[in-house]
């Protein structure tokens, strides 16, 4: 109750997003100034210069961005990383067959020696972000439009190109607060990242998509990897001759345990978050753009879904897929009924009632900012049906089906072939050959076929026909779903491999020349060359539009709550949340637990069902309460939740306890809770927590793996 009056007192002040102690993605850079006392406060017993230091060694030197949108954390002075299962999917699955299938069975590498390389995966270490408004904003005052467009781009250039240092770095610049100001970020980058170990899905991905943004959870959602350097522990593409990197610092692994109320801190990537939208935005997110969504992807899943359960094969080469589908698919529907149990609209709605009166008391604010809330109201309206075409076309057309996609690289290719030379040419082939290897290895024509024909049945009959091409119009309209299958799919080169490797040969003007009459990429070049021309530009231009009266209704904003602390929205930086260990109510009479064990998912065993089968080696430890130094008693704890604000790109994140240890890896949040994006609700927004005494468990009674405890720093 006292949380709820604070909510609402929180709207009726108007004081939108200012500090709170389980709400915000802070930046590193302003922790003393803004967050060190109130976490001290909570229980964080080191300082701010702790977790962001550029002189010496701190956290964010053991935090790295992991492949392309997870964070991972070093555990060892060896270059040990823990991160996500499902983070490491993708690498697991590459190494994966029907003779040694690693995702129903793990991978536990016994040595050095075994470790599997990973071709395309890097690390990325912040060595030091700093704010470059001023220097992004140089020479511009007088500028607008384009040409203002232009001298920023031109001044992120030269910002980014000095930061480099000759390609030792990686940097960039990006905006915070919707270009209201800019950071910098510079990376160390490390592409020599092997596997070492994975626990069988029955562990890794227990649960499944059933379990999926769900509490109570179980899973074991960890996966190892190890980051190599040369010989004098720099960068270095891979090479048997590499050595374990020797990280400046790594996290002291915690046995001691949780407790309710122990102070929590997240370190990791966040990817976006949009906490300043405004009320007609969250108004579309909620009547037209996550329904729109849930419902093609509920197409798909099913027909994925009736696949996988036919045929063990299948399941393997689509599990990938299936995952990354469901994934957004879920989180929509709690998004959904979040922000209407929390009045969302009305909320930003009262918030923009007070900003307005703010504006109003000053005439030159009104000059500033008093066309900004109208001008929402005008462009979100313009916007709708753009917004419907563009998200049916990129959830079927550009993601849907498999074939579709390849013959998108076609399309392409084919367009750019007669403009490459012949040693570009000769360079883009084993890029090309390797993804069309990796593209036969999880492809299935049947399966992809019957996606194919529903999705693009269902863009027909939903999509308003002033957004489709005349072509398919009239070719939807006149064959059925099998006609689709077998009179355009299963005549296209790109539905079996032996046909286009065949069909193309090699890659020269004439195998090139034969894709113009090729039924799916005639069908894929109406759909995409009548969205770029007739649908996308004016999306982009109202977009636009829209993000520059976003931009000045932030720059309102920061104004009007100057001297309270603002976080900017989530972009995939280097990021600090903080609360505590917490359970949470999630509906009336029911009452969630903080901590989850090894006797739920004995409970939730089920042989038959893929998910759910426990391994029967794990069902032994249960029986004998073999647990090791790892358990409580006779309790093995396995997940607990906290209230760290978090999203995606914050799975894998270290979750570190008030003395800095690891007590646990991110990976989840639970249902009730993901509308945190759009807007926190401290009662209810949990971030869901590997225990990590049960990946180390796992590794050591497991998986026989304990050798890999030795290199770690075990707090009792």
Request: proline share 5%; net charge neutral; aromatic share 12%.
């Amino acid at each position: 109750m006292i949380k709820k009056t604070i909510l609402i007192m929180w709207v009726l002040l108007g004081t939108l997003k200012i500090a709170f102690a389980h709400e915000g993605m802070w930046l590193p850079t302003l922790l003393k100034k803004y967050n060190i006392a109130d976490m001290q406060k909570q229980g964080f017993k080191l300082t701010a210069q702790d977790i962001y230091n550029v002189n010496h060694a701190s956290m964010k030197d053991a935090v790295v961005l992991f492949g392309s949108g997870c964070t991972g954390e070093l555990i060892s002075g060896q270059g040990l990383i823990i991160t996500n299962h499902h983070c490491g999917y993708d690498a697991i699955q590459s190494h994966s067959s029907l003779e040694h299938d690693y995702l129903t069975n793990g991978f536990w590498a016994m040595s050095n020696q075994e470790e599997l390389p990973n071709p395309g995966l890097a690390v990325r270490f912040l060595d030091r972000m700093e704010d470059v408004s001023a220097r992004v904003f140089a020479d511009t005052a007088h500028l607008s439009g384009d040409a203002l467009a232009a001298r920023i781009a031109e001044n992120i250039r030269s910002i980014e190109k000095e930061a480099s240092d000759s390609g030792s770095f990686e940097a960039t610049v990006k905006p915070l607060f919707y270009g209201n100001q800019y950071f910098l970020y510079v990376y160390q980058v490390f592409t020599d990242v092997r596997l070492v170990g994975a626990p069988p899905s029955a562990i890794g991905k227990f649960g499944g998509d059933t379990d999926n943004w769900m509490w109570p959870r179980h899973t074991g959602d960890f996966s190892l990897f190890r980051i190599y350097a040369n010989k004098d522990n720099k960068p270095a593409s891979y090479s048997p001759d590499n050595v374990p990197y020797k990280p400046k610092k790594f996290f002291p692994v915690s046995l001691g345990g949780i407790q309710e109320g122990d102070f929590t801190m997240v370190l990791g990537y966040p990817g976006r978050t949009s906490e300043y939208l405004p009320s007609q935005a969250v108004a579309q997110i909620l009547a037209q753009g996550d329904p729109d969504k849930v419902k093609i992807r509920d197409l798909k899943l099913s027909i994925l879904a009736e696949q996988m359960k036919r045929d063990p094969l299948i399941r393997i080469k689509y599990s990938a897929k299936y995952a990354s589908t469901s994934n957004a698919w879920k989180k929509w529907q709690g998004e959904m009924k979040g922000l209407i149990r929390l009045n969302a609209v009305q909320m930003k709605k009262d918030y923009e009632a007070r900003f307005s009166q703010w504006v109003n008391a000053d005439p030159s604010r009104v000059a500033q900012y008093g066309n900004t809330l109208p001008r929402f109201e005008t462009l979100y309206s313009q916007l709708a049906p753009y917004t419907k075409a563009a998200d049916y076309y990129q959830e079927i057309v550009q993601r849907g089906t498999d074939i579709l996609s390849l013959a998108a690289i076609f399309d392409t290719l084919e367009k750019r072939w007669p403009s490459l030379s012949t040693a570009e040419r000769e360079k883009m082939k084993p890029a090309l050959l390797a993804h069309l290897n990796e593209y036969w290895k999880d492809f299935d024509q049947a399966t992809d076929e019957k996606v194919f024909a529903a999705l693009l049945n269902l863009y027909h009959n939903d999509v308003d026909p002033k957004f489709q091409p005349e072509g398919f119009k009239k070719l939807i309209s006149s064959l059925s779903p099998t006609d689709l299958q077998t009179k355009i799919y299963r005549k296209s080169v790109f539905a079996n491999q032996a046909v286009f490797e065949k069909t193309m040969g090699q890659l020269n003007d004439q195998n090139l020349k034969k894709l113009a009459s090729d039924p799916v990429l005639k069908l894929y070049r109406d759909l995409h060359d009548f969205y770029a021309t007739q649908v996308e530009p004016m999306f982009m231009q109202l977009q636009q539009q829209i993000e520059q009266n976003q931009k000045t209704y932030m720059g309102g904003i920061m104004e009007m709550e100057q001297g309270r602390p603002l976080f900017p929205d989530a972009n995939k930086t280097l990021r600090v949340a903080y609360g505590k260990v917490e359970g949470y109510h999630p509906a009336d009479g029911v009452t969630y637990t903080y901590y989850s064990t090894l006797n739920g998912i004995m409970e939730k065993d089920n042989p038959d069902v893929y998910d759910y089968n426990v391994p029967q080696k794990l069902r032994d430890l249960f029986a004998q309460k073999d647990f090791g130094q790892y358990g409580m008693g006779n309790v093995m704890p396995v997940c607990f939740t906290a209230s760290n604000h978090t999203t995606g790109g914050n799975s894998g994140s270290p979750v570190i306890d008030a003395n800095g240890n690891l007590i646990g890896v991110n990976f989840d949040r639970c249902w009730e809770g993901t509308m945190s994006d759009i807007m926190f609700d401290p009662d209810r927004c949990r971030n869901i927590v590997l225990d990590i005494r049960y990946a180390l468990f796992i590794i050591d009674k497991f998986a026989g793996a304990g050798y890999l405890l030795n290199e770690m720093e075990l707090k009792k």
